[in-house]
């Protein structure tokens, strides 16, 4: 027996059955056995052609019966595009554009083996009548591995060659015989003529005795030339009715729920910001607060009903009083230079509680801030969608791993040194000011990361000859933008400093800590080999 899952990456399966035009909104489903021995033809061709013609075609003719299929729980669905009416049509000459549809099947998505992630359910395609020695057996699953699309471009797959475990789960769609079981109907598939797929009465042309294709099958023949030679039907094929269940569309809309209740909670955003002049390093504070102001914006107006815009907790860090929050859950908006060039390149929007479907919406659609820079008219911020993960399972920038970590930004104090009483500092003194920080520093660290708090071996202050701050060996923390666009924000007024945090294991990031953490002040990033 010959079984073969095909697991459809993406989650759909674009292909338009054999002699119907893409506009009739038609899908093949299951996909014909002619495309599939088709798709493994061009695999050898493309990928492996060292591979003597006497080791693939016992598997091709082991493959010519109609075999049965398992189809997964699926839907429809389609898109709509307007495609340019030829090769030389200009957008500047208004010249009309054409209506095209592409129709597709949706796969309902399980999940993984180990319980993490999410992929869609395979389709699985079987030969219960065919056999293969083992020699074969090697010889197509390697075709299967190097399989990479079945059908359209768009429908991206995998494919492996399994045992026989019995029926799989799914429709059971088979070659009909007899009458028609019941709540079935009838569809029409493209499959291989035994007698003629792997012949050459059609390929060789009849005076020259020679043929393009090698091998030379009417299996092999292409479509543009089957089209040029007006083929209704592809030579060395046949039709074969299958019986394929009537509900094989229609979706446990009660199980799928439960499903997407038990998917991880997106919890990361990642955008590359791009610009004739991108920001300074010292402008991550502004940045930051244009992405909250764009972000509350965007989700206002896609959540407002009765001319009332909705408010995202999330985003903003207040509750529906407008009280600020408790603890650190909401989203953290994180600026970042990861080049060392000096200017901001990346945006990363954290938030430990996760987000929504409507904070998801409006962060896809995040392209641009304004941050008030000069020149921004001219040199527009934009950004660009890198990713939407999870912190379990993505870490780039400032969620990656380190031992050692080094302040990016400011780290600002949380309250006021006191300059008289027991407890005073002098605030002239540099070393004073870094005790105190370093204090300050340590108490945010037990409060807002206490999973690595315990971790911490050193705190030490990064600064100059001089003993005054550096942040990146250059830049004073008085350098960098600390008041917000609000009333009454004193960050500019507060003790900041810069310092080194190295653990005794490597930990994971964000560490963002102090005043106006959730705007990039007080963020740390892994430190480089060769940084000072």
Known sequence: MIAIPFRFIAGRYHATPWGRHVNEGAVEWPPSPW?????????????????????????????LDPPEFFLPPASTGHTRHYMPWDKTWKPEKQQPRTLVF??????????????????PEPLVVRWPGAA????????????????????????????ELVDDTGDPPGFACRPLQGDLPPEHEIVRLLC?????????????????????????????????????????DPPGSR?????????????????RMTRVAERPNIDLFRFALDSTVLPLVTETLPVAEAARRYLMGIHGRLTEKGGVRGRSAVFSGKDESGRPLAGHAHACYLPTDEDGDGRLDHLTVYAAGGFGAEERRALDRLR???????????????????????????????????EVWVSATPYIATRYAKTEGRSRIDLTSPDDRAVFLQDNLRAQLAAVRPDIAALVSKIEPLRDENRAF?????????????????????????????????????????????WSSHFGMGLFMPEREGAQ
């Not at 923390?477 to 009333?487: E, T, V």
């Open 470 to 514: 550096r942040i990146a060996g250059r830049l004073r923390p008085i350098q960098f933008k600390r008041y917000r666009r609000k009333s009454g924000d004193d960050g500019g007024r507060r003790l900041a400093g810069a310092f080194r945090l190295t653990f005794s294991s490597p930990v994971r990031g964000p560490i963002v800590l102090g």
């Open 102 to 119: 592409d129709t597709f099947v949706v796969l309902t998505r399980e999940t993984g083996d180990d319980g993490s992630g999410w992929r």
């Open 192 to 232: 291989p003529d035994p007698t003629t797929a792997l012949a050459d009465d059609h390929v060789v042309a009849t005076r020259t005795k020679t043929s393009i294709y090698d091998p030379a099958w009417n299996l092999c023949m292409e479509t543009l030339q089957l089209h040029k030679e007006r083929w209704s």
């Open 132 to 159: 293969l020695e083992s020699g074969h057996r090697e010889t197509l699953s390697l075709l299967l591995a190097n399989l990479n699309t079945l059908g359209r471009s768009e429908s991206w797959c995998e494919a």
């Open 239 to 255: 039709w074969v009715p299958y019986a394929r269940p009537r509900d094989c569309f229609r979706i446990d809309h009660g199980s």
């Open 368 to 402: 641009k801030l304004r941050t008030g820079r000069e020149n921004e008219e001219r040199h527009p911020l934009r950004l660009l969608l890198l990713g939407m993960s999870t912190t379990g399972e993505y870490h780039p920038g400032p969620l990656e791993a380190s």
């Open 35 to 63: 495309r599939i021995l088709r798709a493994l033809v061009a695999v050898w061709k493309r990928t492996m052609p060292g591979l003597p013609r006497e080791r693939i075609e016992p598997i091709f003719r082991a493959m």
